[in-house]
């Protein structure tokens, strides 16, 4: 308990410290002779559209503030790094920053943002399935791996970016959970938290990996898995770019006891139960230009866990993740990317349910979408070339609720892709080739970007084997 103070003691003093030194840097901060011309001074920003949106939410965005002064060559970079960076919020359908006013050597800035439509409670139908691939492929489309219910999520709550999901669903899986993210929670926009907890049952569970395809169990009567987790999170985000992060969370799971027989090591040691705490901590450096279809830019995400803490936990196991991607403008519409990935886990003898590998969500290699490669230790590669087909924006009409409207940003690009991966598997079985050998992958398809937070991508690709089709795959960044 006296650690537990201690800790919040010293969490409300970085507050404090970090609010002098906020204040300090503003009032301090260099104003250049503007009589050499070679700099302008911001007077005035003006905000409109945000009804909802708290102005300070906006205004933290901004890479300067009434009073600052910038050079000139670097004025219209500034104000597209700020308008990229009120985007990435996720709040707007639709902003604009212009020069409202420039006389001598004074400039008033205008940000004019179009607000999205906060309140979602829509009937919803997720895919309880690793891929749309493997489910329409491997799972014949079978509708009774679709998971139907309600989700509802309310963006912007209370104005400061806030957001409260809640979600229901039924089918294969039954699944109850809430999250509230709260991104700052300080006067000065530095410190954030959010609170989540959720409850699942499976009536159909993979137990183990053969010939790298998965194999189920199912029973449509019963349950076969269980699981209760909850975390809070703490965040800390000193500057534009960069973000720390604390996560204390805690998981309790339990499976039949036909699924401990049908592989022993799913839980270790043929148990039906296990339990943990967990703390995780990372760094975020991200410079991307638009993060949901970034062009330009660096993004650098580090994190490192310990499942298995005290005498709540019966698991002892440490983890380490890196993911490091690169984006480059080659030429007036071609542009490149290096997606990169690794992750790392000790001890070797792990439970099964913990060994996801490549095949998973995003993290796969061009071509082996209907494969489940799992291991202790995984990484992979990832370089793409793009060509921008077309970028338009479509006026939406001012009397529709949802987009108020905006102009819609579209856009189509072609691309040519390789990809290379690797997963380690200590106790891999002689059944499964992939683990433990290099992957290769490559092929063509095109994208399509839709509003600011949604990516289609149709690729044909061929892999290694020799195997070859088309791959569909569906990303949504807010």
């Keep these: 308990m006296q650690i537990a103070i201690s800790m919040c003691m010293l969490f409300l003093l970085s507050i404090k410290i970090s609010s002098a030194q906020f204040h300090h840097q503003h009032k301090n901060k260099k104003i250049a002779d503007s009589t050499t011309n070679n700099y302008i001074i911001i007077q005035h920003i003006t905000l409109e559209g945000n009804r909802r949106t708290r102005d300070e939410i906006i205004f933290r965005e901004l890479t300067f503030l009434p009073g600052d002064t910038i050079a000139v060559d670097q004025l219209m970079k500034q104000l597209e790094v700020s308008r990229n960076q009120v985007v990435n919020t996720g709040l707007f359908n639709e902003v604009v920053v212009n020069i409202k006013k420039w006389v001598n050597d004074s400039v008033d800035v205008s940000v004019s943002v179009k607000e999205r439509w906060y309140i979602l409670p829509l ?110 999170d703490f965040s800390y985000k000193p500057k534009f770019n960069y973000r720390y992060s604390a996560s204390l969370g805690y998981r309790y799971s339990k499976v039949q006891d036909t699924i401990a027989e049908l592989n022993p090591d799913y839980f270790l040691q043929g148990k039906t139960t296990q339990k943990y705490l967990s703390l995780r901590i990372g760094f975020t450096r991200d410079f ?20 298995g803490l005290g005498f709540l936990s019966d698991l002892d196991l440490w983890e380490a993740s890196v993911s490091f991607n690169e984006y480059f403008q080659l030429g007036r519409k071609w542009f490149m990317s290096s997606q990169n990935k690794m992750k790392f886990s000790i001890p070797t003898a792990q439970p099964y349910n913990l060994q996801r590998g490549l095949g998973y969500a995003n993290n796969y290699v061009t071509g082996y979408e209907y494969y489940a490669i799992d291991g202790q230790n995984w990484g992979y590669t990832k370089l793409d070339l793009k060509n921008e087909i077309f970028k338009i924006k479509l006026h939406s009409l001012q009397n529709n609720v949802f987009v108020k409207g905006a102009d819609l940003p579209f856009g189509l690009y072609g691309r040519v892709f390789t990809s290379a991966g690797y997963v380690s598997n200590a106790h891999s079985s002689t059944h499964n080739t992939l683990d433990n050998h290099l992957l290769l992958g490559g092929g063509i398809g095109v994208d399509l970007t839709l509003l600011y937070d949604t990516t289609l991508r149709f690729e044909y690709s061929i892999n290694k084997l020799g195997e070859h089709g088309l791959f569909f795959h569906l990303s949504s960044y807010f």
Aim: proline share 2%.
């Design 123 to 232: 009937p919803t139908a997720n895919l309880y399935d690793r891929s749309f691939n493997v489910w329409w492929v491997e799972h014949d489309h079978d509708i009774r791996w679709i998971q139907a219910g309600i989700h509802f999520n309310q963006k912007n709550v209370t104005g400061r970016n806030d957001e409260l999901q809640a979600t229901v669903l039924f089918g294969f899986q039954r699944r109850f959970d809430i999250t509230y993210i709260l991104p700052y929670f300080d006067y000065i926009q530095k410190h954030g938290l959010s609170v989540s907890a959720s409850f699942t049952q499976s009536r159909s569970i993979t137990y183990a990996i053969d010939s790298n395809k998965e194999l189920i169990h199912e029973d449509v009567n019963t349950y076969q898995r269980s699981v209760f987790q909850t975390s809070l």
């Design 288 to 307: 991307r230009d638009i993060r949901a279809y970034p062009l330009r830019g660096s993004f650098l995400d580090v994190s490192a866990a310990k499942l």
